[in-house]
C-alpha cells in the first residue's frame, strides 16, 4: 500500500466536514486541559499557599504535592464533559475568580 501525499490527504479531510469537526474539537480540548490547566493549578497552588494555616515553607510544599493530583483532574474534566463550550467556560471563570480572590488576600487591587 502506497502512502497518499499530503494534498490528497488534506482534500480527503476537507471533503468529509465531521471528521474536521471532530479534530478540532479534540484539539480545543487539548488546548483548555494543558493551557487552562497549567493556569488553573498555578493560581490554586499560590491561593492555597496564602490561604493554609502553616507554615510558609511546609504550606508551599504541601501545595506543591497537592498541584499534580489538581493538575490531572483539570485535565481529566476537559475530556470528561460533553460540551466544549462548559469546559471553556467552566475552566476560565474558576481562573478569572481565583485570580481576584488572590489579588484581594495579597492587597494588589
Known amino acids: ?3 497518499q501525499p ?5 482534500s480527503q479531510l476537507f471533503k468529509e466536514p465531521s471528521k474536521l469537526k471532530y479534530r478540532f474539537s479534540v484539539f480545543m480540548r487539548f488546548l ?3 493551557v487552562g490547566g497549567y493556569c488553573f493549578t498555578a493560581i490554586t497552588t ?20 497537592v498541584s499534580i493530583l489538581i493538575y490531572s ?3 481529566i474534566l476537559a475530556f470528561t464533559v460533553r460540551s466544549l463550550k462548559t469546559v471553556w ?6 481562573i ?14
Not at 485570580?99 to 495579597?106: C, H, I, N, Q, T
Open 73 to 75: 483532574i483539570v485535565f
Open 89 to 94: 467556560i467552566s475552566i476560565l471563570l474558576a
Open 46 to 65: 499560590a491561593l492555597l499557599s496564602l490561604v493554609l494555616p502553616l507554615a510558609k515553607q511546609d504550606a508551599v510544599l504541601l501545595c506543591v504535592s
Open 32 to 34: 483548555i486541559a494543558i
Open 1 to 3: 500500500m502506497q502512502a
Open 96 to 109: 478569572v475568580t481565583q485570580l481576584l480572590l488572590l489579588a484581594m488576600l495579597k492587597d494588589w487591587v
Open 6 to 10: 499530503l494534498s490528497a490527504q488534506l
